[in-house]
Every structure is written in C-alpha cells, then in structure tokens.
C-alpha cells in the first residue's frame, strides 16, 4: 500500500486543473501553495501569464519574495506551468 503523502499532490493537482480558470481556483492554488499565514497575508490575481501577488504590508512583500522560486514552483505544479510562468509581487498602498 502506498502511502497517501505520496499521491495526495497529484491528485490535488488533477482536481485543480480540470476546475474552469477563476479568481477562485488560483485564490484556491495560493492557498495550497503558499500556506494558511502567506496566503491570509496576499491577494493573488492572474494577468497573461503572471501572479500578482498583493501583500498586505511591505514585511510580507519581502518574505513572499525570498520565497518567490519555490512558491512559484509549487503555483506551477497546481495549475500548470503554461498558465502561470512568472510571479510578480505588489505591495498594498
């Protein structure tokens, strides 16, 4: 028997994508990715191929920035890396 922790992202994953694109499915994917706190701390938005990502304040705009690679990867795995190639960070005014 395999363990769930071995399949359980793919089938995410799978379930994520079949969804028609909406705020709510990439609301949904951030949330995945980025975890409850980071994505309480952002809004997130698809644009041509980008996230923006809209930071409450400018200390989460630098975390979520030294998290930018592998937050994006994770983005990628959920929603495909033809829908979102790039992460681009923004900070409330």
């Known amino acids: 028997m395999q363990p769930f922790q071995s399949f359980a992202p793919a089938v995410l994953a799978a379930a ?3 969804q028609p ?3 709510a ?3 949904f994917a951030w949330s995945v990715a980025a975890g409850p706190a980071m994505a309480r701390a952002a ?3 698809t644009r041509g191929g980008v996230l923006v990502i809209t930071t409450k ?3 989460w705009a ?3 920035g030294r998290m930018s690679a592998p937050l994006l990867t994770r983005v990628q795995a ?3 890396s033809d829908e ?3 992460l681009r960070i923004c900070e409330k005014p």
Do not use: F, N, W, Y
């Open 57 to 59: 304040d400018a200390r």
């Open 84 to 86: 979102v190639t790039s």
């Open 78 to 80: 959920l929603l495909g």
């Open 43 to 45: 809004s997130v938005d």
């Open 25 to 27: 499915r990439t609301a």
């Open 16 to 18: 994520i994508r079949r």
């Open 62 to 64: 630098r975390e979520i």
């Open 21 to 23: 694109p909406s705020p």
